[in-house]
């Protein structure tokens, strides 16, 4: 009898399949990839092209965990099933569950089901946590944040000044979906990503955030830098101990974590929300262009029981979304100077957009141009993080050399809409 290929699942796979790092990381090493993600168009689409080291694709609906447990227990007898990887904020529950039905590292199921839940996120983590209530269980302290607690990438997020604008938002909402009212926290915001594997946290680094805040009602996402520039010593120790101190309460075991917060004016980090999954906007990319070491692979050795641990920063890179005008897209311009040309990204891509990495002392570089949405798109005012239209990643030795050329990319890149 001949002996099982060795296998990893990768949970949202294909919604990442475009940058490649982890199915290509597996083919180097032989390991097949069966991948769990939605179908649809853009699963054939991406499943058209080359991707033969796919050994295995369903399509499942993330809430029936019963449904993956099925196809993942099938994947068992014809393969040895040795890790699971959750790349996607819907997969996290029906991943840390099958990787305890198999036996595999993961964060662990009270990690998983915590960071998935809002409330609960308020509940367990309440030490760290902005003052917190559902809607319609008490009179409320306005202002307040309405924050769906099912929602992703800061939908339906937004700042009420009082009851009467309360009353007016909620008519934007589903009669089904919960609520949370939460006390707002002014001050910069950071996230902090961090490798642990099995409880120990081998890696842990700061992005700074640039955000819409609080004066626009709305908070999306304008910005990231890696590692954070600014940070005085004493708030760095105070974002990473009490990131610490949240993955220790969350039992949180392996795997990436992802967590937002806000300094406010005491300088305590405040918990915003925290993921047991991978970040989103380009920040993995950011960490391997800052410390010239892929966190795709580290996580993927981490899921393997291995040593994942990555060296402190060298460089410094910025992803900046772009503002846009009113009206229809139809073009995004580039200027010669910058190296690069506009790349309009298409859903079913999966080629890397930013493919080199810089050695510590080279010059600063404009990785990519992102165009994120096609041609004769209606572009509507930023509420949410679908809103954003176009995009450039960079980075350079330093945070003065980083700046400057963010300001040559912001007058050399414009974003054309006509009526």
């Given at each position: 009898m001949?002996?099982?290929?060795?296998?990893?699942?990768?949970f949202g796979?294909?919604?990442v399949a475009?940058?490649?790092?982890?199915?290509?990381?597996?083919?180097?090493?032989?390991?097949?990839?069966?991948i769990?993600d939605?179908?649809?168009?853009?699963?054939?689409?991406l499943?058209?092209?080359?991707?033969?080291?796919v050994a295995?694709?369903a399509?499942?609906d993330p809430?029936?965990?019963?449904?993956?447990?099925d196809v993942?227990?099938?994947w068992?007898e014809r393969f040895?099933v040795?890790?699971v990887?959750c790349l996607?904020?819907?997969?996290v529950?029906?991943?840390?569950?099958t990787?305890?039905?198999l036996?595999?590292p993961?964060?662990g199921l009270r990690a998983?089901t915590?960071?998935?839940?809002?409330h609960?996120q308020?509940r367990?983590l309440?030490?760290?946590s902005?003052?917190?209530q559902?809607?319609?269980s008490?009179?409320?302290?306005?202002?307040?944040i309405?924050?769906?607690a099912?929602?992703?990438?800061?939908?339906g997020?937004?700042?009420?000044?009082?009851?009467?604008?309360?009353e007016?938002a909620?008519?934007?909402?589903?009669?089904?979906?919960v609520?949370?009212l939460?006390?707002?926290v002014?001050?910069?915001?950071?996230?902090?990503?961090?490798?642990?594997?099995?409880g120990?946290?081998g890696?842990a680094?700061?992005?700074?955030k640039r955000t819409t805040g609080?004066d626009?009602g709305?908070?999306?996402?304008?910005?990231h830098t890696?590692p954070a520039?600014?940070?005085?010593?004493?708030?760095?120790a105070?974002?990473?101990d009490t990131h610490?101190a949240?993955?220790?309460?969350?039992?949180?075991?392996t795997?990436v974590?992802h967590?937002?917060y806000?300094?406010d004016?005491?300088?305590?980090?405040?918990?915003?929300?925290?993921?047991?999954?991978?970040?989103g906007?380009s920040?993995?990319?950011?960490?391997?262009?800052a410390?010239?070491?892929s966190?795709?692979?580290?996580?993927?050795?981490?899921?393997l029981?291995e040593p994942?641990?990555?060296?402190p920063p060298?460089?410094v890179?910025r992803?900046?979304?772009?503002?846009?005008?009113?009206g229809?897209?139809?073009?995004?311009?580039?200027?010669?100077?910058?190296g690069?040309?506009?790349h309009w990204f298409?859903?079913g891509?999966?080629?890397?957009q930013?493919a080199t990495?810089?050695?510590r002392?080279d010059d600063?570089?404009?990785?990519?141009?992102?165009?994120?949405?096609?041609?004769?798109?209606?572009?509507?005012?930023?509420r949410e993080s679908?809103?954003r239209?176009?995009?450039?990643?960079?980075?350079?030795p330093?945070?003065?050399e980083?700046?400057?050329l963010?300001r040559?990319?912001?007058?050399?890149?414009r974003?054309?809409?006509?009526s």
């Amino acid at each position: 009898m001949s002996t099982p290929k060795p296998a990893v699942v990768l949970f949202g796979g294909l919604a990442v399949a475009w940058n490649q790092r982890y199915l290509r990381v597996l083919a180097e090493r032989g390991i097949a990839a069966l991948i769990v993600d939605r179908g649809g168009p853009h699963a054939e689409a991406l499943l058209s092209g080359d991707l033969s080291h796919v050994a295995g694709f369903a399509a499942a609906d993330p809430e029936d965990h019963a449904v993956v447990a099925d196809v993942v227990a099938g994947w068992a007898e014809r393969f040895a099933v040795v890790g699971v990887a959750c790349l996607v904020e819907q997969y996290v529950l029906p991943a840390a569950i099958t990787a305890d039905l198999l036996g595999v590292p993961s964060p662990g199921l009270r990690a998983a089901t915590v960071c998935r839940d809002k409330h609960l996120q308020r509940r367990f983590l309440a030490e760290w946590s902005p003052r917190s209530q559902r809607a319609g269980s008490g009179e409320p302290q306005f202002p307040v944040i309405l924050k769906p607690a099912g929602r992703l990438a800061s939908s339906g997020v937004r700042f009420v000044p009082d009851a009467a604008g309360l009353e007016a938002a909620l008519a934007d909402y589903g009669p089904d979906e919960v609520l949370l009212l939460e006390e707002p926290v002014r001050g910069p915001e950071f996230s902090v990503e961090s490798l642990s594997v099995d409880g120990v946290v081998g890696y842990a680094e700061i992005t700074g955030k640039r955000t819409t805040g609080l004066d626009s009602g709305f908070f999306v996402e304008l910005g990231h830098t890696t590692p954070a520039p600014g940070l005085d010593e004493p708030a760095r120790a105070a974002l990473l101990d009490t990131h610490h101190a949240v993955l220790d309460r969350l039992g949180f075991g392996t795997g990436v974590a992802h967590a937002e917060y806000r300094l406010d004016d005491s300088g305590r980090p405040v918990l915003i929300e925290i993921a047991a999954r991978p970040p989103g906007d380009s920040i993995m990319a950011l960490h391997w262009l800052a410390t010239g070491v892929s966190l795709e692979e580290a996580y993927l050795r981490a899921v393997l029981g291995e040593p994942a641990e990555l060296p402190p920063p060298t460089r410094v890179a910025r992803q900046v979304y772009l503002d846009h005008p009113a009206g229809v897209l139809t073009d995004v311009e580039v200027a010669p100077e910058l190296g690069v040309g506009v790349h309009w990204f298409s859903p079913g891509e999966v080629h890397a957009q930013i493919a080199t990495c810089a050695e510590r002392d080279d010059d600063a570089t404009v990785r990519c141009v992102l165009a994120l949405k096609p041609s004769g798109t209606e572009l509507v005012p930023l509420r949410e993080s679908g809103d954003r239209a176009a995009m450039f990643v960079i980075d350079a030795p330093s945070v003065a050399e980083l700046d400057e050329l963010e300001r040559r990319c912001r007058a050399g890149v414009r974003v054309r809409a006509g009526s």
